[in-house]
Structures are given as C-alpha cells and as structure tokens.
C-alpha cells in the first residue's frame, strides 16, 4: 500500500514561489508514476504535472508549463513540485497521487492519494 503525504503549502504573493513535497511509503514508490493535482474551491479536481518512474519523462498542464517543474528523488521517497510566478488561479488544495504504469493527466488513473496541502496566492 501506498501511503502520501504532502507539505509546502502556504500564503503567498502573486509571482512569488513555492516548493512542495510529497513523501511516500511503499514498495512500489521508485517504480510508479507520480502526479500532482488541484483543486479550488467549488472547481474539479484538476491535473497539474506527472513524472515517470526514472524521472526522464513528465507531462505538465497549459496552465503551468513553463512555470511549474515535477522532479522525484526515488532515494528519498519524495516528488516535487516547484512553483515559480504564482498567480491567484494557482490557489487551490494541492494533492500527490501514484498510480503504477500510467503517465497520465487522468485522475481516474491514480489510486493512491495524499491529503493535500493549501496553496493561497495573494494578489
């Protein structure tokens, strides 16, 4: 089993920038594909990046190419997401979720989830 936990979350600036984490447990961690989705208030859950088992691959949503960057570090168990250029659309609950083959914007795909951490970006 899977187990996420996220943190990194907090208020900030428009155009400044955060760093979140996700640490994981379990077997399969360094094997899996990982994401990061979001949610606002009110809105779907939505995609925001994904990265490959080795890192060599990632997927980004419009929203945050270029502003956004997913990288794991397998011997430490963790993914990242780091955000640059922040805007007050970025504010939502942020989740890491794993799922064990697909790199993949979809949620339905990923069966393990974090509790998620807030991201408010002040304007």
């Known amino acids: 089993q899977v187990q996420l936990v996220e943190s990194g979350g907090g208020l900030v600036h428009t155009g400044g920038s955060l760093r979140l984490s996700c640490a994981a447990s379990g077997p399969t961690f360094s094997s899996g594909v990982m994401g990061w989705f979001r949610q606002a208030p009110g809105k779907e859950r939505e995609f925001v990046a994904a990265?490959?088992?080795?890192?060599?691959?990632?997927d980004y949503a419009d929203s945050v190419k270029g502003r956004f960057t997913i990288s794991r570090d397998n011997a430490k168990n963790t993914v990242y997401v780091q955000m640059n250029s922040l805007k007050p659309e970025d504010t939502a609950v942020y989740y890491c979720a794993a799922n064990r083959r697909y790199l993949s914007p979809d949620k339905r795909l990923y069966p393990y989830w974090g509790q998620g951490t807030q991201v408010t970006v002040s304007s």
């Open positions: 990265i490959s088992w080795d890192g060599r691959n990632t």
